[in-house]
């Protein structure tokens, strides 16, 4: 009697299921007095015709789903649970559509389980979101010529035939239109007692705020902590860079004091060899320029231009603002390396890398007022929307 109520008052704090409640008060009322007594929503049988003018389940048998003590609170996988009660209900609708379309290679969305997600797929299930987006935009491709109430193979007149074919035709859309309006309501009157879609982030707004608070901060840790990386990257190949040049530098002085004590023969070999064209090495490079010099002076006189300051400048600035744009971390360097110390073999050695700090610097605060511009809107439609 507990239920009944219960039952009652859910129905009447809800305007759809009211509404829908009082279109079709007489027949939830008699729904046992239809011919309906041998048909148990807790144990559907599987059809077993594959024409596409069998009727399969009817609008007045899928009434008998609106009952919240069908299940008798069981939220178990058991035979009578609420999970498998509509499973088998879904499956079996999904088999009549199959049907009447004639292409059995449609994939329709499955209620689930009492482990499935609303939000995330699992185990190769897909999230219910699917199936609720797919179920509540619902049309049927079912052909309804059996409420049809006359018969046009009767041998009538041209006149009289187009008579009974539109009345044909009316009394198939009206059937349509029931039968698609029962199951949306049917859709709705289940996603409200569903305990998965209760506990998803989509039922509740402040839940799924903090969610995105911890993804985003979460997001942004990671951020920082590759950021910091390839600065200490980008300082490892500096220190190799420099130990490798003057490594260089020292080869270079023993191999012009050993070029001296060589033989006449040699240095003419030498000679003929310095004729072909060397490749040029890039001893002098700016990174902020972008551009390769081939001695110390023009190095020198291009460090003391204007414009290469600028350049140093406008390149440390623009550094600068890519960590600032990230809000990620303050990045702890010195200021730009000296002029001197501009000079290197690779454009990756313009400054010397000190630190990065991991130290976040955007607040929970920050965070809860960037989203309160995300709307939470239902999904109200899906182009896998049971393919109709």
């Known amino acids: 009697m507990f239920a009944k109520i219960q039952q009652a008052y859910e129905i009447l704090s809800d305007e759809d299921e009211r509404a829908f409640y009082d279109r079709h008060r007489d027949e ?70 199959k049907i009447a379309r004639k292409d059995t290679t449609i994939v329709y969305p499955s209620f689930g389980t009492s482990g499935s997600s609303y939000d995330h797929d699992i185990d190769g299930t897909r999230a219910l979101k699917h199936f609720y987006s797919s ?12 409420v049809e109430p006359h018969r046009t193979n009767q ?11 539109k009345e044909n035709q009316r009394e198939r859309e009206n059937a349509r239109r029931e039968y698609n309006e029962t199951i949306r309501s049917l859709v709705s009157f289940v996603k409200k ?24 901060k979460r997001e942004l840790r ?6 910091a990386k390839e600065r200490e990257d980008e300082a490892r190949q500096f220190r ?59 190095w020198d006189n291009h460090e003391r231009s204007k414009k290469h300051r600028q350049n140093a400048q406008r390149l440390r ?20 390396p000296s002029n001197s110390e501009t000079r290197s073999q690779t454009p990756d050695a313009l400054q010397k890398v000190q630190g990065v700090s991991d130290q976040e ?4 605060a920050e965070i809860e007022d960037g989203l309160e511009n995300i709307a939470l809107n239902q999904p109200k439609s899906s182009t896998d929307n049971l393919g109709l």
């Open 28 to 97: 939830l009322l008699n729904a046992n007095d239809d011919g309906l007594d041998d048909f148990d929503p807790t144990h559907l049988k599987p059809t077993t015709s594959r024409s596409s003018l069998n009727p399969g389940i009817t609008s007045k048998q899928l009434l008998k789903f609106f009952d919240s003590t069908l299940w008798k609170g069981d939220l178990s996988d058991s035979a009578t649970s609420f999970f498998t009660i509509y499973r088998n209900l879904f499956n079996q609708l999904s088999v009549e559509e």
């Open 135 to 146: 179920w509540t935009n619902f049309a049927t491709q079912k052909s309804f010529e059996w």
């Open 155 to 165: 041998q009538v007149d041209r006149r009289i035939k187009r008579l009974i074919e």
């Open 193 to 216: 007692r569903d305990p998965r879609f209760a506990a998803s982030a989509a039922s509740n707004p402040e839940r799924w705020r903090a969610q995105e608070i911890q993804r985003i």
């Open 222 to 227: 990671e951020v920082a902590e590759r950021r």
């Open 240 to 298: 190799e860079q420099a130990w490798q040049r003057q490594k260089d530098e020292r080869k270079e002085s023993s191999g012009t004091e050993d070029g001296q004590a060589e033989s006449a023969t040699e240095e003419q070999s030498e000679e003929e060899e310095e004729e072909e064209p060397e490749a040029p090495v890039n001893d002098w490079y700016c990174a902020a320029c972008s551009k390769d010099f081939k001695s110390q002076g023009a």
């Open 317 to 336: 600035k623009q550094m600068l603002k890519e960590d600032a744009e990230l809000s990620i971390s303050s990045l702890v360097s010195s200021n730009l």
């Open 361 to 364: 610097q955007t607040s929970t």
